[in-house]
Each structure stands twice: as C-alpha cells, then as structure tokens.
C-alpha cells in the first residue's frame, strides 16, 4: 500500500506539518489476479460449449440429418459448471479486501 506525504504550513506558530494520505484504489493486486483467474474460467467455459449445431454434418448443414454431440457432458454440463464458476471467482475478486 503506497502513501503520499504532503507537507502545508500550519497556521499556529509557523510550524510545518506532515500529513500521510492513504491511497484511495481499492483493488489490489490479489484481486486482480483472481479477477484474471475468473475470466480465464469463463473463456474456458464458453470454448467448451463450442461446436457444430444440430444439422450440422461435417462442416455442413443437413436439415435432414440430426447431431446428437448438441447433448455431450462437454457441453451442457461440463461448461456452464466452468462458467458458474468464474462468475463465482468474479464476485470473490470484487468483494475481497485488500
């Protein structure tokens, strides 16, 4: 934590007076790097969700034909977890203190 000193001269007996301002931002460092970890959580989650639609066969679209990889673990459990859990990590940056 960085403090400013600023010296003024008081009033009363021409002494000088050092008062130490404290820095006002209120995120530190921890907190942006659990910020950085939440993000890259959410990134993650949503490359995971990635892939073709439902007609879709080999880069293709077949309205005639049906995907089935629209319904893996990947991608209906497995990312929106990863998601959750950067949205989590997120509030936990913002609200911790420094």
Do not use: C, H
Not at 53 to 61: C, E, L, R, W, Y
């Amino acid at each position: 934590m960085s403090k400013k000193t600023n010296k003024f001269a008081a009033s009363e007996f021409g002494k000088e007076t050092e008062v130490q301002q404290e820095n006002t931002f209120y995120f530190g460092q921890q907190n942006f790097k659990w910020m950085l970890i939440g993000l890259a959580f959410i990134v993650v989650g949503f490359l995971l969700m990635m892939g073709p639609d439902a007609n879709t066969v080999d880069g293709k679209f077949d309205p005639n034909s049906w995907n089935d990889g629209i319904f893996s673990i990947r991608r209906i459990r497995i990312a929106p977890l990863f998601i959750v859990i950067g949205f989590g990590i997120e509030v936990y940056a913002i609200l911790k203190r420094k």
